[in-house]
């Protein structure tokens, strides 16, 4: 005879305070949003519903076209460099000693840095006339600048965020090869494994979560990337390097139209929204699939 | 309407955020009288009532989005084809 455990709802009450502060940080001011969104606000008193016009509006900018192509290639830039990038350093670092820790700690000191202060130091590395980077590419022969040249910017920035944020990858799928028992590994040496095969059949479908945490954070965080290339190259040159939430600075603070600014804010969480959810997706049934085969 | 003009909020959008709240109201207690069972539909993924709740809000976005971008008819048509889209992703997804 089985004896049914009660069920006890009290556990929901726990959760309310968090349920509010949620509301309050983040419902209510995406609510606001909405609603700006439809409205024309002609001063702190005085707005005007408008229906859809900004959305018409923002929908038919060819510069938020732009703005939306480029933030895509860099995205996509970002993740095909990162991912694969920290997986190896996370393979190659020391698993234990104190190798081990100096390594952690010089790959945790970039993601100490402010993002500001990131973007002032590789305005200063990569200058022709007194940045080492920008010296020595010069003296190499190369016609390097990146405040003139719109692919020297692009591939300046690319590589700034690189360097910034490749660490974060690499600590996370160290985390995930640190938490993979000894037992699998014997086994794998017990059945000849390669070190390839251990490394696709062992270590890949055990890092399947961290990865999946790692790419939804780069991608979120390369999708809303605003300060670095900001200091670094102000979107420029021309609009070579503006991307999505620097076009929206510009319309909301620098313009101050409210209006189209909240109409392109909706827009702009739609598709991060919509990209998160295929890859997060994507990455569950890839490994789920696999998974399956092997245990059926 | 002391409570609409608060930080000039309108009607149009207060209707919206409404039918939202209604919906996940009306899904909640769904979910209490009959618990979903996860399926795989038309959709290439096994889904819960609530995913395809998501799902279908997130299609019917993506249809006025478009809708609006791509047309200058009245936006009615775009939001009952989001109507439609979200009863099909509901019911075969």
Redesign the interface.
Known sequence: MSVAKPVNQRAWWLVLPVLVSVAFSALIPLMTVVNYSVQDILSPSQSVFVGWEWYKEVLRDPELHSALVRQLIFSAAVLAIQIPLGIALALSMPREGWRSSLVLVLLAMPLLVPWNVVGTIWQIFARADIGLLGYVLTQMGFDYNYAQDPWDAWITVLVMDVWHWTPLVALLAFAGLRAIPEAYYQAARIDGASRWAVFRHVQLPKLRSVLMIAVLLRLMDSFMIYTEPFVLTGGGPGTATTFLSQYLTQKAVGQFDLGPAAAFSLVYFLIILLLCFVLYNFMKNVGADEQQGRSA | MDLLSW????A??AI??ACIAAMLIGMTIWELRSPTVPRKGLL??VTTRGDRL??GL?LA??IN?AW??ATDLT?WWGAMLGAVGLVCVMRWG
Request: charged share 0%; net charge neutral; no cysteine.
């Open positions: 930080m000039a909020w309108t149009p959008v919206f955020f290439p993924l998501f799902i997130l976005a993506y989005l609006t971008g936006q």
